[in-house]
């Protein structure tokens, strides 16, 4: 078996990663999204989640300062609304206006949710550790809901077709759940 040296993206090997649409908020108010598929869960107690965000997006400047930021999970009917709000810098554009998705309040933080998105993460930031080219932002979930007829206590994959990101432009969802008995 020839195996290729992948190191220019290695990052990609352990794709596909869940997409989220992540929100935040500057102090004056203004609303901001930003795609991103770096992230993961890394405490339950107590709860924590992981973001990771280039150093140079505008989303980043504003978690930094306003210290809060919601996770929103869409499905594959947000594909293209997914790619714009990855493409395009919130420094230049209004994206909840641009491509029509609505902000709500959210229960706990000053960041919107989504409302189109299927469920919701709020976080505080309770720490932020440099790597790189990339800030990982630790945020305390205080205050998780998803819509009841998609998750329980896990998602049903088969109905929600939970969006994935391969790579660059290239989408996917589960196709085929697979159960260990």
């Known amino acids: 078996m020839v195996k290729n040296d992948v190191m220019s993206s290695f990052w990609r090997v352990s794709s596909p990663h869940p997409v989220a649409l992540v929100t935040s908020i500057s102090g004056d108010g203004k609303p901001n999204i930003i795609t991103?598929?770096?992230?993961?869960?890394?405490?339950?107690?107590?709860?924590?989640?992981?973001?990771?965000?280039?150093?140079?997006?505008?989303?980043?400047?504003?978690?930094?300062?306003?210290?809060?930021?919601?996770?929103?999970?869409?499905?594959?009917?947000?594909?293209?609304?997914?790619?714009?709000?990855?493409?395009?810098?919130?420094?230049?554009?209004?994206?909840?206006?641009?491509?029509?998705?609505?902000?709500?309040?959210?229960?706990?933080?000053?960041?919107?949710i989504i409302d189109e998105c299927i469920a919701h993460l709020e976080c505080r930031v309770i720490n932020q550790i440099s790597t790189g080219d990339h800030s990982l932002f630790i945020g305390e979930v205080i205050a998780a809901y998803a819509e009841d007829k998609f998750f329980t206590t896990l998602w049903d994959v088969a109905k929600t077709k939970p969006l994935m990101h391969v790579g660059e432009t290239t989408y996917t969802v589960p196709a085929n759940p697979l159960k260990v008995s």
């Open 36 to 112: 991103i598929d770096w992230i993961t869960p890394i405490s339950v107690r107590p709860p924590l989640l992981a973001v990771c965000i280039g150093k140079t997006r505008y989303s980043h400047r504003l978690i930094e300062e306003t210290g809060e930021f919601v996770v929103n999970i869409p499905t594959q009917e947000l594909i293209g609304k997914v790619e714009y709000c990855g493409s395009v810098s919130g420094r230049d554009v209004n994206k909840f206006e641009k491509i029509g998705l609505t902000p709500k309040p959210a229960k706990r933080v000053r960041p919107p």
